[in-house]
């Protein structure tokens, strides 16, 4: 096929026999210098680049990182499963359009199954046509040597991997503190609005593509209505993402890049735009609906400021921590300038999902262990990043303190056999160090790790495996915790349900009522009388089986909204502030957004508006 080069946002690599000559796993590679000089340069023109290769992820990342051209890959996808669905999904991650991606790979059968689940893309033996690509892209100009186009795809990557955490869409896009602007010196940006006109496709309505000297006089002519529209989460800053011209409420130009897709930020615009009527032209991705703007964009803001963000007016400090429980808790609720958030992430460094940082085991040691003692983690475990040290849980400046108990029945205690090192980390039912378990780590995925046989069984030989904590030694935990947290602050104990999940499949989830029941037991029994120590009890909230989303620690969203409730009236109980809740009326824009999944399949037709 003929391959456009003028057309390429994304080349999606192979890497044996493509971009390195040999194959990893069964020996040593030879590098191609060529192919990482292009990587290099395709980055600076402003072209992003992937994988997608079947081979071991540890090993591979590490020869990456060895050669120092990791970093120039986002939504890297290695394993051993088959090419074209993986690259489906990362095409739709990623925002982009099948004919604006490039996959290079030495096997035509790889080429051909990608064919068929991308219909449009565009595929190529990289003997055939990685000379032509190098000599191409050595005469264009290098218009993004900061790598900015590279690294707005990282802060994406990131916000893919972290919507991953949650059971539901809307509680994710309300936890992004998403904030839009619309801005009015459109003639300063002219280069950027001119780029957006030529380049927008998913979500540009009208199509009409312009001439710069064009776009100069409509920014000019006072009779146009016209804005461009930046965006920032708590995720990154994507800077200019769209543009609008209206003149006599039709607009005649109105897009924006496929980095806002899936935020609401083109039905946020065209809301507060008073639904100007548009005469869609071609395909685009999101149908706009007369309704009101998408309640989780600029939530943080009050109406009376108009489009200017601000923050919360906040006394104390407020620090939440804990997993996916305060996540969706926290997603109806808005922030604050002194409200911290210590929940899963993903690690910047090693790129798994990191969640264990929160077991009590954890919070009592890793901050306090030697810098001899930290590496040695970071060494022996792949799971572990540099962020699992730190916490603000024991600053002396905290007011309030949110704290989750639903990790305490699931992780296993590992002890290093030659220290006193504790580290609590994966299903307890499944130890890291019995053979027997081997299995289940080496197809887990469930936070991005890579295990092998190898790894284990050195990981086998320096630790010893002691079981999970009982109840009764959740609770001592919880209690040494408090003991050390500011003498000023107050506790504020997340409860687990008593009630069981009656569909429960999941082994390590299996009594974890019995367990919740006896560690409540125990913590309301100790707080009676003490007014520092209060509870957010998930059982007041628990009405029955339709209460559970897929376990007994995920919920509806109903039930996290009642828990948000409760959660705001300890805010000013202790705080003296009350923050600004969102609603469930956002369902009806949700509900739209599910059906097209991010950058989903979904295409709309010639739509008046």
């Not at 990608?114 to 990685?130: I, N, Q, R």
């Not at 808005?334 to 992430?345: D, M, P, R």
Request: aromatic fraction near 12%.
């Amino acid at each position: 096929m003929t391959i456009e080069f003028s057309k390429i946002k994304l080349v999606v690599w192979d890497l044996d026999d493509t971009f390195w000559k040999g194959t990893l796993s069964e020996g040593g590679i030879e590098v191609i210098e060529e192919n990482i000089s292009l990587v290099k340069r395709l980055t600076d023109i402003g072209i992003v680049n992937s994988i997608c290769s079947k081979n071991d992820g540890p090993i591979t990342f590490k020869t990456l990182e060895s050669l120092g051209i990791s970093d120039f890959f986002v939504f890297k996808s290695i394993d051993w499963t088959p090419k074209g669905q993986r690259i489906s999904t990362m095409i739709k991650d990623m925002g982009l359009r099948n004919v604006n991606v490039l996959f290079l790979d030495d096997n035509s059968v790889n080429l051909n199954e990608a064919s068929h689940y991308c219909p449009g893309l565009m595929v190529a033996d990289p003997a055939k046509t990685l000379p032509l690509l190098i000599s191409w892209a050595g005469n264009q100009e290098a218009k993004d040597l900061s790598h900015k186009r590279l690294n707005q795809y990282k802060v994406l990557e990131t916000k893919v991997k972290s919507r991953g955490e949650f059971s539901d869409n809307l509680e994710f896009l309300f936890s992004t503190k998403t904030v839009v602007q619309i801005h009015k010196d459109c003639l300063s940006k002219i280069d950027r609005i001119y780029e957006l006109i030529h380049r927008t496709n998913q979500l540009n309505y009208t199509k009409k593509r312009i001439e710069k000297t064009e776009l100069e006089a409509i920014l000019k002519d006072e009779s146009y209505d016209t804005g461009y529209v930046t965006v920032k989460d708590k995720f990154g800053d994507y800077g200019i993402v769209g543009f609008f011209a209206i003149k006599g409420n039709i607009a005649e130009h109105f897009l924006f890049s496929c980095r806002a897709i899936g935020q609401g930020v083109e039905q946020w615009v065209y809301s507060v735009k008073g639904f100007p009527h548009l005469d869609v032209s071609g395909e685009v991705i999101t149908k706009l609906e007369k309704v009101a703007p998408p309640e989780w964009i600029n939530a943080d803001i009050p109406e009376d400021v108009g489009n200017k963000a601000v923050k919360a007016n906040i006394s104390g400090k407020i620090l939440f921590k804990g997993p996916c429980d305060l996540m969706s808790m926290t997603a109806y609720m808005s922030a604050g300038a002194n409200i911290i958030e210590e929940f899963n992430y993903v690690s910047p460094t090693r790129h798994n999902l990191i969640m264990h940082h929160n077991h009590s085991t954890n919070i009592l040691n890793l901050p306090f262990y030697s810098e001899e003692d930290k590496k040695i983690l970071l060494e022996d475990c792949i799971f572990n990043d540099e962020g699992i040290f730190r916490t603000e849980l024991f600053s002396k400046d905290l007011d309030l303190v949110f704290l989750s108990t639903f990790h305490e029945p699931n992780w296993g205690i590992y002890k290093r056999k030659d220290s006193d090192i504790c580290i609590a980390y994966g299903p307890y039912t499944e130890p890291l160090t019995d053979p027997r378990s081997w299995e289940f780590y080496l197809g887990y995925k469930n936070d991005q790790n890579t295990f092998t046989r190898e790894w284990l069984s050195v990981f086998a030989s320096k630790y010893i495996f002691l079981g999970r904590l009982s109840p009764a030694q959740s609770f001592e935990n919880i209690k040494k915790i408090y003991s050390k947290i500011s003498p000023s602050a107050k506790l504020c104990i997340m409860l687990g349900s008593e009630t069981p999940y009656k569909a429960n499949t999941i082994k390590f989830r299996e009594g974890r009522e019995i367990f919740y029941k006896e560690l409540n037991g125990y913590l309301k029994t100790w707080a009676r009388g003490n007014n520092r120590v209060c509870f957010i009890d998930f059982n007041d909230f628990i009405t029955g089986q339709n209460c559970f989303d897929g376990n007994i620690n995920h919920f509806t969203r109903g039930v996290y909204f009642k828990a948000a409730t409760r959660a705001n009236e300890i805010l000013e109980e202790t705080c003296g502030i009350k923050l600004k809740m969102k609603s469930l009326a956002a369902q009806h824009f949700y509900d739209f957004l599910k059906k097209i999944r991010m950058a989903g399949s979904r295409v709309y037709h010639k739509i008046k508006g």
